[in-house]
């Protein structure tokens, strides 16, 4: 069965500090996102990759994120220097271009101090 | 660009009764509508969709219909039962049959109770 995987599940660090989230989309998936959910805000489109360049950033904070995809199995999120505002669950989710269908990572739960 | 309105905001039902979550979107250019449910701490899965070229989809217990006119849909959950209780949220993008962004509702909390 399979699946996207982020890492790392949870993370607690320190205003100012950088972070790195990763995310493995599915083999074969040719287009991945990436999705911040806040009680607040809900769940909300940060940036989206297709055959890995960018398609769509808009919805992140240009000033402290970066999305990249290295290659085609991984995906990265970096907030240099986070806030405690950035606390938030960071989804990463993958879907091919020949379905609409989009499929969730477990998310990365970031804590900003 | 697209704004997804989603109502209500939190629904309680007994065992067994039918609840019905509704959705409205803004972009007449929105042609596919999943729903995801999110149980406490884990992540969104998708469990029914509904492109705009269809008016109904049934899954079982669970079902989809599509206004285009009115650009509303909803979500209709018969015979409910208490692992049906969690956090649904509706979508709309405009994916051509490719995986496209979505933009999400508010969510609506359901708690089915015994």
């Known amino acids: 069965d399979a699946r996207v995987t982020q890492t790392p599940r949870d993370k607690v660090t320190e205003m100012g500090q950088e972070v790195t989230m990763r995310c493995q989309p599915i083999?074969?998936?040719?287009?991945v996102f990436w999705y911040r959910q806040t009680m607040m805000q809900g769940l909300e489109l940060l940036a989206y990759?297709?055959?890995?360049?960018?398609?769509?950033d808009s919805g992140m904070p240009k000033d402290r994120f970066s999305a990249e995809m290295p290659d085609a199995t991984l995906a990265t999120l970096k907030i240099q220097p986070s806030e405690p505002r950035d606390s938030a669950v960071y989804f990463c989710?993958?879907?091919?271009?020949?379905?609409?269908?989009?499929?969730f990572g477990p998310g990365t739960r970031l804590t900003v101090l | 660009g697209e704004n997804v309105e989603q109502h209500p905001s939190t629904l309680s039902v007994q065992e067994g009764d039918s609840a019905v979550i509704k959705c409205t979107y803004s972009?007449?250019?929105?042609?596919?509508f999943p729903w995801y449910k999110q149980e406490l701490g884990k992540r969104p899965q998708l469990i029914i969709d509904?492109?705009?070229?269809?008016g109904e989809k049934k899954d079982q217990r669970i079902a989809v219909t599509l206004n285009k006119t009115a650009k509303h849909f909803s979500l209709h959950i018969t015979e409910t039962q208490p692992e049906d209780s969690a956090v649904y949220f509706c979508?709309?993008?405009?994916?051509?049959?490719?995986?496209?962004?979505?933009?999400f509702g508010t969510g609506t909390r359901l708690q089915v109770t015994l």
């Open positions: 509904i492109r705009s070229n269809v």
């Open positions: 990759f297709r055959n890995r360049a960018p398609l769509d």
């Open positions: 989710a993958s879907g091919s271009e020949s379905r609409n269908e989009q499929f």
């Open positions: 972009d007449s250019a929105s042609n596919y």
């Open positions: 979508a709309a993008s405009m994916g051509t049959g490719t995986a496209s962004k979505l933009t």
């Open positions: 083999l074969g998936h040719n287009t």
